[in-house]
Protein backbone atom coordinates (compact mmCIF):
# COMPACT_ATOMS: atom_id res chain seq x y z
CA UNK A 1 0.00 0.00 0.00
CA UNK A 2 1.39 3.49 -1.10
CA UNK A 3 2.10 6.27 1.65
CA UNK A 4 -1.28 7.79 -0.19
CA UNK A 5 -3.58 5.26 -0.66
CA UNK A 6 -2.52 4.51 3.42
CA UNK A 7 -3.74 8.28 4.34
CA UNK A 8 -6.56 8.37 1.96
CA UNK A 9 -7.68 4.37 4.38
CA UNK A 10 -7.23 6.98 7.54
CA UNK A 11 -8.69 9.91 6.44
CA UNK A 12 -12.24 7.54 5.60
CA UNK A 13 -11.80 6.02 8.63
CA UNK A 14 -11.71 8.59 10.85
CA UNK A 15 -14.33 10.85 8.48
CA UNK A 16 -16.90 7.45 9.34
CA UNK A 17 -16.26 7.53 12.87
CA UNK A 18 -17.21 11.30 12.69
CA UNK A 19 -19.95 11.03 10.50
CA UNK A 20 -22.01 7.90 12.88
CA UNK A 21 -21.46 10.16 16.01
CA UNK A 22 -23.11 12.99 14.25
CA UNK A 23 -26.07 11.47 12.75
CA UNK A 24 -26.40 9.67 16.39
CA UNK A 25 -26.43 13.50 18.51
CA UNK A 26 -28.01 15.06 15.78
CA UNK A 27 -31.06 13.18 16.08
CA UNK A 28 -31.24 12.65 19.31
CA UNK A 29 -30.65 16.98 19.88
CA UNK A 30 -33.69 17.28 17.76
CA UNK A 31 -35.96 15.21 19.59
CA UNK A 32 -35.25 16.57 22.77
CA UNK A 33 -35.39 20.04 21.47
CA UNK A 34 -38.60 19.46 20.14
CA UNK A 35 -40.52 18.20 23.17
CA UNK A 36 -38.46 20.86 24.82
CA UNK A 37 -39.41 23.49 22.58
CA UNK A 38 -36.17 24.55 22.75
CA UNK A 39 -34.99 26.63 19.25
CA UNK A 40 -31.55 26.25 19.92
CA UNK A 41 -31.61 22.94 20.93
CA UNK A 42 -32.91 22.54 17.69
CA UNK A 43 -30.57 24.62 16.13
CA UNK A 44 -27.41 22.65 17.55
CA UNK A 45 -28.88 19.65 16.45
CA UNK A 46 -29.34 20.59 13.05
CA UNK A 47 -25.88 22.07 13.55
CA UNK A 48 -25.03 18.42 14.55
CA UNK A 49 -26.49 17.23 11.23
CA UNK A 50 -24.65 19.86 9.28
CA UNK A 51 -21.72 17.88 10.42
CA UNK A 52 -23.34 14.96 9.27
CA UNK A 53 -23.37 16.43 5.48
CA UNK A 54 -20.12 17.79 5.68
CA UNK A 55 -18.62 14.60 6.99
CA UNK A 56 -19.85 12.64 3.70
CA UNK A 57 -17.47 15.64 1.98
CA UNK A 58 -14.89 14.59 3.59
CA UNK A 59 -15.34 11.55 2.95
CA UNK A 60 -15.42 11.61 -0.69
CA UNK A 61 -12.83 14.31 -1.19
CA UNK A 62 -10.62 12.33 0.82
CA UNK A 63 -10.68 9.21 -1.61
CA UNK A 64 -10.48 11.94 -4.95
CA UNK A 65 -7.60 13.60 -3.18
CA UNK A 66 -5.47 11.58 -2.55
CA UNK A 67 -5.34 9.78 -5.31
CA UNK A 68 -1.75 9.59 -7.52
CA UNK A 69 -0.73 12.05 -10.00
CA UNK A 70 -1.81 11.09 -13.83
CA UNK A 71 -1.34 12.99 -17.04
CA UNK A 72 -4.02 15.22 -16.48
CA UNK A 73 -3.30 16.04 -13.13
CA UNK A 74 0.76 15.67 -12.86
CA UNK A 75 0.79 17.36 -9.63
CA UNK A 76 -1.63 14.89 -8.34
CA UNK A 77 -5.75 15.42 -6.86
CA UNK A 78 -4.78 17.02 -3.20
CA UNK A 79 -6.38 20.60 -4.40
CA UNK A 80 -10.23 18.46 -4.85
CA UNK A 81 -9.24 18.80 -0.49
CA UNK A 82 -8.85 22.70 -0.80
CA UNK A 83 -11.53 23.29 -3.26
CA UNK A 84 -14.45 21.03 -1.23
CA UNK A 85 -13.24 23.01 2.10
CA UNK A 86 -14.38 25.83 0.43
CA UNK A 87 -17.64 24.51 -0.63
CA UNK A 88 -18.15 23.18 2.89
CA UNK A 89 -18.06 26.46 4.39
CA UNK A 90 -19.98 27.98 2.00
CA UNK A 91 -22.77 25.33 3.30
CA UNK A 92 -21.98 26.38 6.51
CA UNK A 93 -22.40 30.10 5.93
CA UNK A 94 -25.75 29.04 4.94
CA UNK A 95 -26.97 26.83 7.51
CA UNK A 96 -25.49 29.84 10.30
CA UNK A 97 -27.77 32.15 8.33
CA UNK A 98 -31.06 29.29 8.62
CA UNK A 99 -30.32 29.23 12.31
CA UNK A 100 -29.64 32.78 13.21
CA UNK A 101 -33.05 33.91 11.16
CA UNK A 102 -35.12 30.95 12.55
CA UNK A 103 -34.09 31.42 16.21
CA UNK A 104 -35.12 35.64 15.63
CA UNK A 105 -38.76 34.27 14.17
CA UNK A 106 -39.64 31.84 16.44
CA UNK A 107 -42.43 32.51 19.38
CA UNK A 108 -42.40 29.54 21.33
CA UNK A 109 -40.71 29.54 24.75
CA UNK A 110 -38.08 26.98 25.83
CA UNK A 111 -38.58 24.32 28.64
CA UNK A 112 -35.51 22.91 30.55
CA UNK A 113 -35.89 18.74 30.20
CA UNK A 114 -33.62 16.32 31.45
CA UNK A 115 -33.01 14.49 28.04
CA UNK A 116 -32.26 18.31 26.68
CA UNK A 117 -29.55 18.27 28.83
CA UNK A 118 -28.56 15.14 28.81
CA UNK A 119 -28.31 15.32 25.03
CA UNK A 120 -25.88 18.56 25.35
CA UNK A 121 -24.14 17.07 27.83
CA UNK A 122 -23.45 13.45 25.73
CA UNK A 123 -22.29 16.11 22.66
CA UNK A 124 -19.93 18.25 24.38
CA UNK A 125 -18.28 15.29 25.96
CA UNK A 126 -18.21 12.96 22.69
CA UNK A 127 -17.66 15.71 19.90
CA UNK A 128 -14.37 17.07 21.73
CA UNK A 129 -13.45 13.43 21.70
CA UNK A 130 -14.11 13.47 17.80
CA UNK A 131 -11.89 16.81 17.48
CA UNK A 132 -9.47 15.07 19.31
CA UNK A 133 -9.18 11.97 17.68
CA UNK A 134 -9.79 14.20 13.72
CA UNK A 135 -7.37 16.36 14.25
CA UNK A 136 -4.38 14.12 15.40
CA UNK A 137 -4.93 11.92 12.10
CA UNK A 138 -5.59 15.19 10.25
CA UNK A 139 -2.22 16.07 11.58
CA UNK A 140 -0.62 12.83 10.73
CA UNK A 141 -1.44 13.02 7.25
CA UNK A 142 -0.99 16.28 6.61
CA UNK A 143 -4.92 16.72 5.75
CA UNK A 144 -5.83 20.49 6.39
CA UNK A 145 -9.56 19.57 5.05
CA UNK A 146 -9.43 16.73 8.11
CA UNK A 147 -8.09 19.87 10.79
CA UNK A 148 -10.71 22.05 9.43
CA UNK A 149 -13.49 19.30 10.14
CA UNK A 150 -12.10 18.12 13.45
CA UNK A 151 -12.29 22.26 14.27
CA UNK A 152 -16.08 21.69 12.71
CA UNK A 153 -16.71 18.98 15.67
CA UNK A 154 -15.50 21.39 18.23
CA UNK A 155 -17.62 23.70 17.43
CA UNK A 156 -20.83 21.38 17.93
CA UNK A 157 -19.21 21.22 21.28
CA UNK A 158 -18.75 25.06 21.72
CA UNK A 159 -22.05 25.75 20.50
CA UNK A 160 -23.83 22.85 22.92
CA UNK A 161 -21.96 24.40 25.91
CA UNK A 162 -23.91 28.05 24.68
CA UNK A 163 -26.87 26.22 24.19
CA UNK A 164 -26.85 24.60 27.79
CA UNK A 165 -25.99 27.82 29.27
CA UNK A 166 -28.97 29.53 27.37
CA UNK A 167 -31.30 27.14 29.39
CA UNK A 168 -29.69 27.32 32.37
CA UNK A 169 -30.99 30.97 31.82
CA UNK A 170 -34.18 29.74 30.80
CA UNK A 171 -34.40 27.82 34.35
CA UNK A 172 -33.55 30.89 36.28
CA UNK A 173 -36.56 32.89 34.48
CA UNK A 174 -34.39 34.49 31.51
CA UNK A 175 -36.59 33.48 28.65
CA UNK A 176 -34.59 35.31 25.48
CA UNK A 177 -31.24 33.23 27.02
CA UNK A 178 -32.24 30.41 24.56
CA UNK A 179 -32.91 33.17 21.84
CA UNK A 180 -29.54 34.44 22.58
CA UNK A 181 -27.84 31.17 22.72
CA UNK A 182 -29.33 30.10 19.46
CA UNK A 183 -27.97 33.49 18.06
CA UNK A 184 -24.40 32.40 19.29
CA UNK A 185 -24.51 28.83 17.54
CA UNK A 186 -25.24 30.77 13.91
CA UNK A 187 -22.33 32.94 15.11
CA UNK A 188 -19.88 30.15 16.07
CA UNK A 189 -20.76 28.37 12.53
CA UNK A 190 -20.60 31.11 10.35
CA UNK A 191 -16.62 32.50 12.17
CA UNK A 192 -15.89 28.95 11.62
CA UNK A 193 -16.82 28.78 7.68
CA UNK A 194 -15.18 31.82 6.93
CA UNK A 195 -11.94 31.11 8.37
CA UNK A 196 -12.08 27.71 6.27
CA UNK A 197 -12.73 29.64 3.17
CA UNK A 198 -10.56 32.15 3.80
CA UNK A 199 -7.71 29.93 4.22
CA UNK A 200 -8.63 27.68 1.12
CA UNK A 201 -8.85 30.48 -1.20
CA UNK A 202 -5.02 31.78 0.32
CA UNK A 203 -4.31 28.15 -0.69
CA UNK A 204 -5.98 28.07 -3.75
CA UNK A 205 -3.88 31.38 -5.58
CA UNK A 206 -0.40 29.74 -4.33
CA UNK A 207 -0.33 32.31 -1.70
CA UNK A 208 3.41 30.71 0.52
CA UNK A 209 3.49 29.07 3.43
CA UNK A 210 4.27 30.02 6.79
CA UNK A 211 8.04 32.39 6.11
CA UNK A 212 9.18 30.36 9.30
CA UNK A 213 8.57 27.18 7.78
CA UNK A 214 10.32 28.21 4.90
CA UNK A 215 13.32 29.81 6.78
CA UNK A 216 13.30 26.23 8.57
CA UNK A 217 13.46 24.63 5.08
CA UNK A 218 16.57 26.83 4.20
CA UNK A 219 18.59 26.18 7.20
CA UNK A 220 17.89 22.05 6.72
CA UNK A 221 19.82 22.71 2.86
CA UNK A 222 22.27 24.79 4.31
CA UNK A 223 23.19 22.57 6.90
CA UNK A 224 24.54 20.20 4.05
CA UNK A 225 28.12 19.90 3.48
CA UNK A 226 28.99 21.05 -0.34
CA UNK A 227 25.40 22.82 -0.47
CA UNK A 228 25.83 26.71 -0.63
CA UNK A 229 23.08 29.37 -0.17
CA UNK A 230 19.73 28.32 -0.97
CA UNK A 231 18.16 30.83 -2.40
CA UNK A 232 15.14 31.69 -4.67
CA UNK A 233 12.57 29.54 -2.66
CA UNK A 234 9.27 29.27 -4.11
CA UNK A 235 6.28 27.09 -2.44
CA UNK A 236 3.07 26.43 -2.87
CA UNK A 237 0.45 24.45 -0.82
CA UNK A 238 -2.00 21.55 -1.61
CA UNK A 239 -4.01 20.43 1.45
CA UNK A 240 -1.50 20.98 3.67
CA UNK A 241 1.27 19.53 1.65
CA UNK A 242 4.08 21.71 0.30
CA UNK A 243 5.28 21.69 -2.78
CA UNK A 244 9.26 23.71 -3.00
CA UNK A 245 11.44 24.94 -5.29
CA UNK A 246 15.00 25.80 -4.47
CA UNK A 247 18.28 27.57 -5.95
CA UNK A 248 21.60 26.07 -4.76
CA UNK A 249 25.29 26.98 -4.95
CA UNK A 250 27.39 24.07 -5.46
CA UNK A 251 31.00 24.33 -6.70
CA UNK A 252 32.04 25.80 -10.07
CA UNK A 253 33.47 22.41 -11.02
CA UNK A 254 31.84 19.94 -10.08
CA UNK A 255 29.97 18.00 -12.75
CA UNK A 256 26.53 17.82 -13.73
CA UNK A 257 26.26 13.90 -11.93
CA UNK A 258 27.67 14.98 -8.43
CA UNK A 259 25.02 18.12 -9.12
CA UNK A 260 22.82 16.01 -9.57
CA UNK A 261 23.65 13.92 -6.60
CA UNK A 262 23.57 17.39 -4.35
CA UNK A 263 19.95 18.37 -5.49
CA UNK A 264 19.18 14.33 -4.97
CA UNK A 265 20.52 14.94 -1.62
CA UNK A 266 18.80 18.25 -0.61
CA UNK A 267 15.56 17.05 -1.67
CA UNK A 268 15.65 14.18 0.16
CA UNK A 269 16.88 15.34 3.35
CA UNK A 270 14.13 18.27 3.35
CA UNK A 271 11.53 16.15 2.96
CA UNK A 272 12.69 13.84 5.62
CA UNK A 273 12.79 16.38 8.22
CA UNK A 274 9.89 18.53 7.17
CA UNK A 275 7.19 15.67 6.50
CA UNK A 276 4.86 18.12 5.21
CA UNK A 277 7.24 18.85 2.16
CA UNK A 278 6.42 16.34 -0.62
CA UNK A 279 7.83 17.48 -3.88
CA UNK A 280 11.41 19.47 -3.90
CA UNK A 281 12.81 20.61 -7.49
CA UNK A 282 16.39 21.59 -7.15
CA UNK A 283 18.28 24.17 -9.27
CA UNK A 284 21.63 24.17 -9.53
CA UNK A 285 23.75 27.22 -9.71
CA UNK A 286 27.65 27.28 -9.50
CA UNK A 287 29.40 28.42 -6.95
CA UNK A 288 30.22 32.13 -8.74
CA UNK A 289 27.50 34.85 -7.65
CA UNK A 290 26.15 34.76 -11.37
CA UNK A 291 23.53 37.83 -9.83
CA UNK A 292 26.75 40.32 -10.54
CA UNK A 293 26.96 39.45 -14.23
CA UNK A 294 23.28 39.72 -14.96
CA UNK A 295 22.64 42.43 -17.70
CA UNK A 296 19.57 44.73 -17.83
CA UNK A 297 16.07 42.78 -17.32
CA UNK A 298 15.04 41.02 -20.85
CA UNK A 299 18.94 41.09 -22.58
CA UNK A 300 21.37 37.95 -22.78
CA UNK A 301 23.74 37.66 -19.87
CA UNK A 302 27.09 37.79 -20.60
CA UNK A 303 27.38 33.91 -19.57
CA UNK A 304 24.69 32.70 -22.34
CA UNK A 305 26.75 34.44 -25.25
CA UNK A 306 29.55 31.54 -24.99
CA UNK A 307 29.12 28.99 -27.67
CA UNK A 308 27.05 25.81 -27.14
CA UNK A 309 29.03 22.26 -26.15
CA UNK A 310 27.98 21.31 -29.74
CA UNK A 311 29.44 24.05 -31.31
CA UNK A 312 33.11 23.81 -28.93
CA UNK A 313 33.14 20.08 -29.53
CA UNK A 314 33.09 20.85 -33.61
CA UNK A 315 35.85 23.53 -33.17
CA UNK A 316 38.34 21.07 -31.19
CA UNK A 317 37.65 18.39 -33.49
CA UNK A 318 38.75 20.34 -35.67
CA UNK A 319 41.87 22.57 -34.15
CA UNK A 320 42.92 18.98 -32.31
CA UNK A 321 42.48 16.56 -35.38
CA UNK A 322 45.91 15.81 -34.79
CA UNK A 323 45.75 14.51 -31.47
CA UNK A 324 42.49 12.88 -32.63
CA UNK A 325 43.91 9.39 -31.39
CA UNK A 326 44.51 9.69 -27.65
CA UNK A 327 42.15 13.17 -27.08
CA UNK A 328 38.27 11.89 -26.60
CA UNK A 329 36.85 15.07 -27.64
CA UNK A 330 33.44 13.75 -26.40
CA UNK A 331 34.26 13.52 -22.99
CA UNK A 332 35.82 16.66 -22.97
CA UNK A 333 34.21 18.56 -19.94
CA UNK A 334 33.27 22.10 -19.88
CA UNK A 335 32.42 24.63 -17.19
CA UNK A 336 30.58 27.55 -17.89
CA UNK A 337 31.17 30.02 -15.14
CA UNK A 338 30.17 33.45 -14.69
CA UNK A 339 33.27 35.75 -16.82
CA UNK A 340 34.93 32.54 -18.71
CA UNK A 341 34.62 29.23 -20.30
CA UNK A 342 36.40 26.56 -18.94
CA UNK A 343 37.69 23.26 -20.82
CA UNK A 344 39.12 20.47 -19.63
CA UNK A 345 40.61 17.86 -21.96
CA UNK A 346 40.43 13.69 -21.63
CA UNK A 347 43.71 11.91 -22.96
CA UNK A 348 44.57 9.00 -22.99
CA UNK A 349 48.17 8.22 -22.03
CA UNK A 350 47.69 4.51 -23.21
CA UNK A 351 47.06 5.70 -26.55
CA UNK A 352 50.37 8.20 -27.30
CA UNK A 353 53.48 7.01 -29.41
CA UNK A 354 55.48 4.88 -27.73
CA UNK A 355 58.61 7.34 -28.32
CA UNK A 356 56.00 10.34 -27.41
CA UNK A 357 57.30 12.67 -24.50
CA UNK A 358 53.66 13.55 -23.14
CA UNK A 359 54.88 17.20 -22.05
CA UNK A 360 55.58 17.77 -25.02
CA UNK A 361 52.64 16.67 -26.99
CA UNK A 362 50.55 18.65 -24.01
CA UNK A 363 52.20 21.85 -25.06
CA UNK A 364 51.30 21.13 -28.32
CA UNK A 365 47.53 20.68 -27.52
CA UNK A 366 47.38 23.91 -25.50
CA UNK A 367 49.37 25.63 -28.63
CA UNK A 368 46.78 24.66 -31.46
CA UNK A 369 43.55 25.03 -29.02
CA UNK A 370 44.14 28.79 -28.66
CA UNK A 371 42.43 29.71 -32.06
CA UNK A 372 39.70 29.03 -29.86
CA UNK A 373 39.07 32.90 -28.59
CA UNK A 374 36.60 31.88 -26.09
CA UNK A 375 38.40 28.94 -24.18
CA UNK A 376 39.74 31.10 -21.13
CA UNK A 377 41.73 28.06 -19.18
CA UNK A 378 42.48 24.80 -20.46
CA UNK A 379 43.59 21.60 -18.82
CA UNK A 380 44.64 18.06 -20.37
CA UNK A 381 43.88 15.54 -18.00
CA UNK A 382 45.55 12.28 -18.78
CA UNK A 383 44.04 9.44 -17.90
CA UNK A 384 46.76 6.11 -16.99
CA UNK A 385 45.02 2.68 -17.14
CA UNK A 386 45.28 0.55 -14.65
CA UNK A 387 48.19 -2.13 -15.20
Do not use: C
Not at 124 to 141: M, N, P, R, S, V
Not at 331 to 349: C, K, P, S, V, W
Amino acid sequence: MTKLQQEQSIAKRVTLVGAIWDAILGIAKIIAGYFSQSQALIADGIHSLSDLITDVFVYFASSNARQGPDEEHPYGHLRFETVTTVFLGMVLIVVAAGIGYESIQSQKEAQVTWYGVAALMATIGIKEAIFHYTKKAGEEIGSKLLIANAWHSRSDALSSVAVLAGLVGVYFGYAWADMLASIVVAVLIGKMALGMIWESLTELVDTAPDPKTIARIKETADSLKNVMAPHDVRARSMAGKIYLDMHIHVASHASVSEGHFLGELVSYTIRKAHPQVVDVLVHIDPEEDFDEVLSVEGARPDYLKQPARHQVLADLSFLLRQHSAYLDINQTRLHYLAHNLDIELIGRADKLPEEADIQKVTQSIYLDIQAASYANSVDVLWSFPKK
